[in-house]
């Protein structure tokens, strides 16, 4: 059975850093492509947004333009864990953070693309965690 688990949301205030981590089990972590995706309820009809994706590999990476140049995503699969660095936090980056795992091996982006890992509709991804929040004030 394949566990995901968010950790290290929080509050902080404009302008400040979080890191977010993602832990996974029941799979091989390092075979997998992964993504950061982030949906805040409390705005209407504000859809889920793909963030930041990366391939299996690490060779490609997306992030949405809503947060290039303050987030940067990483990868650690000898420790089983996936990065989101967050810098220079806005108030409307507040939201529930969710990590989001492929579950087709060793895709490496989906039709070569990270940018489709993070946007694409049709790719759906199986495994996600409980998401950590992450408030921004101002």
């Known amino acids: 059975q394949v566990q995901v688990v968010e950790s290290g949301g929080g509050l902080v205030q404009e302008g400040g850093s979080l890191r977010l981590s993602c832990t996974a089990s029941g799979l091989i972590f390092g075979d997998f492509d992964m993504g950061w995706f982030r949906q805040d309820p409390g705005k209407e009809g504000k859809e889920r947004e793909g963030i930041s994706c990366i391939t299996w590999t690490g060779r490609l990476t997306y992030y949405s333009d809503s947060v290039k140049g303050r987030f940067t995503i990483s990868r650690d699969n000898a420790k089983n864990t996936l990065y989101l660095q967050m810098n220079n936090l806005r108030p409307e980056d507040t939201a529930m953070y969710y990590c989001?795992?492929?579950?087709?091996?060793?895709?490496?982006?989906?039709?070569?693309?990270?940018?489709?890992?993070?946007?694409?509709?049709?790719?759906?991804?199986?495994?996600w965690g409980q998401g950590t929040q992450v408030t921004v004030s101002s």
């Open positions: 989001a795992i492929d579950s087709t091996r060793r895709r490496d982006g989906y039709y070569g693309s990270a940018r489709a890992m993070c946007v694409d509709p049709d790719l759906k991804y199986d495994y």
